[in-house]
């Protein structure tokens, strides 16, 4: 049986991460090849790298590091931000990513979505969209695309925007709700439900994570298939393991292989 | 002992390099794990891995566009009987074709075809994205002291195709996904996992280093 997933996500700049880690047992909490290897090691289901890195002249800072993270760990990576062309795809992977997440670039141009798909295949792009509710409490709920860290409305719906990128060949959702990102208050899990019950391919709910019951309001009732979050991981108030007990007990089928990798490759 | 990946412009060449460079390793394997579109290099391997990431017609186009290395390919695996592991669409590849988008001959190493996948329950999301455990048909050294079954160790998988081969016996190992979805294929020398070992942590690494090991 399919498990659900759980994905630490890390916001990287100019190479290393920020916000910042607080791992037990981590010598370097910027550095984000040492907090992927932590989580490869804690059991973490996929790990997503988001390169919020405002110059262009970084992106090899970027690829240096999902070089490093791929020689250190054994499970799938994502990295979106700032991702334009089928060349920053193909470089991205040929260092070691497994999928891209495309934001901005989809938003701009939803064709870009169906090149990138032929050429890399629908499994390897995710389509992440940061939704913000512009419905008011007693309309029916609308959800619109923001860009710009949410500053930027686009005037799309997002439902719709979602049905059009899965017909242009997503092979992912990644839905993000800026009215949650950073609250701890939980999903927008009207939002995530509404997408996850639209298109056919898998949704990762994200923003607003504050409790390990958040994790699985996500699978259970947002109807995603992974739950995407950071700060409750990286500030150490849960591990992955704690996470995966949780929505194991709450009736979620979860993968809890033993691990035999610390990030001790050499 | 010498093992060649295959690059054709295709694929997560660095991350099964890394998976299959730690196996050897822990394997105690001294020989060179390389990355090449040379087809000399393949001619001389002694072990060959095919991996894949993309669209069927494209990673045959890329594979195509390699000078001499289907004949290098036909040479060592087909006729020279070295070891083969094909991974995701590097593993469909061995299917006479390919249905993803359009019709595309595969290299036809293990006849079938590549489809779609239908899984019975509708709520289930195409492409299949995820862990998931391995229903075991027959013993195989690949599988050594690998745990199995609905309790077993996890693999990723992600893709939204499987081969179906023609003859049900050169299915090794089935996921359930809405129905048996084809996991691993096996045929002699061939053998093909669906899903990304260089990914699944501990379940990945041993069926590297049983890939190694293995003596067909």
């Known amino acids: ?266 | 002992m010498s093992l060649a990946i295959i690059d054709y412009g295709s694929g997560n060449l660095r991350s099964a390099a890394k998976a299959c460079e730690r196996a050897a390793r822990e394997g105690g394997y001294t020989g060179a794990v390389s990355v090449t579109n040379d087809p000399e290099v393949v001619r001389r391997a002694d072990r060959i891995v095919l991996p894949g990431v993309g669209a069927f017609a494209d990673c045959r186009a890329g594979l195509d566009a390699v000078p001499g290395m289907h004949a290098a390919l036909d040479e060592a695996v087909s006729a020279g009987g070295r070891p083969f592991l094909g991974i995701c669409v590097g593993m469909q590849l061995l299917a006479a074709r390919g249905r993803e988008k359009v019709v595309t001959d595969g290299l036809g190493w293990i006849g079938g075809e590549v489809r779609m996948i239908e899984p019975a329950d509708p709520t289930l999301k195409v492409p299949h994205m995820g862990w998931n455990t391995l229903d075991v048909r027959r013993p195989h050294a690949l599988l050594a002291g690998v745990p199995t079954g609905e309790d077993g160790l996890h693999a990723y998988f992600v893709h939204s195709y499987h081969f179906v081969p023609d003859d049900p016996a050169d299915v090794l190992a089935t996921t359930d996904y809405g129905g048996p979805v084809t996991a691993i294929v096996a045929r002699g020398t061939l053998v093909g996992v669906q899903f990304h070992p260089e990914k699944s942590q501990t379940l990945g690494l041993s069926l590297l280093r049983n890939f190694l090991a293995w003596r067909p």
Not at chain 1, 30 to 50: I, Q, R
Not at chain 1, 236 to 252: N, P, S, W, Y
């Open chain 1, 1 to 266: 049986m399919l498990k659900a997933r759980v994905i630490p996500c890390l916001d990287v700049k100019d190479g290393r991460v920020v916000k910042g880690v607080n791992f037990v047992d981590l010598r370097d909490a910027g550095d984000p090849v040492e907090a992927a290897a932590a989580y490869d090691a804690a059991g973490a289901d996929e790990l997503c790298f988001l390169d919020i890195t405002a110059s262009h002249e970084a992106r090899g800072t970027l690829l240096d590091v999902v070089e490093r993270t791929a020689a250190l760990c054994f499970m799938p990576v994502t990295v979106g931000g700032g991702i334009r062309t089928n060349d920053d795809i193909r470089a991205l992977l040929l260092a070691g990513a497994d999928k891209v997440s495309i934001n901005s670039a989809a938003v701009a141009d939803r064709s870009f979505v169906g090149r990138a798909a032929d050429k890399f295949g629908n499994q390897c792009i995710v389509v992440s969209i940061d939704a913000k509710r512009v419905s008011g409490p007693h309309e029916a709920p609308r959800w619109e695309i923001f860009t710009h860290g949410g500053r930027k409305a686009t005037g799309l719906d997002a439902l719709s925007f979602a049905a059009d990128v899965v017909r242009l060949g997503a092979g992912e959702l990644l839905v993000t709700s800026m009215d949650r990102d950073g609250t701890k208050i939980g999903f927008d899990l009207p939002l995530t439900r509404a997408i996850a019950d639209r298109v056919s391919v898998p949704v990762i709910a994200s923003g607003g994570v504050g409790t390990l019951d958040h994790l699985v309001e996500g699978i259970r009732d947002g109807h995603a298939t992974a739950v995407l979050a950071a700060s409750i991981f990286h500030f150490g108030t849960h591990t992955i393991a704690e996470a995966k007990a949780h929505m194991a007990a709450a009736g979620i089928p979860m993968r809890r292989d033993p691990s035999e990798l610390s990030g001790a490759a050499a």
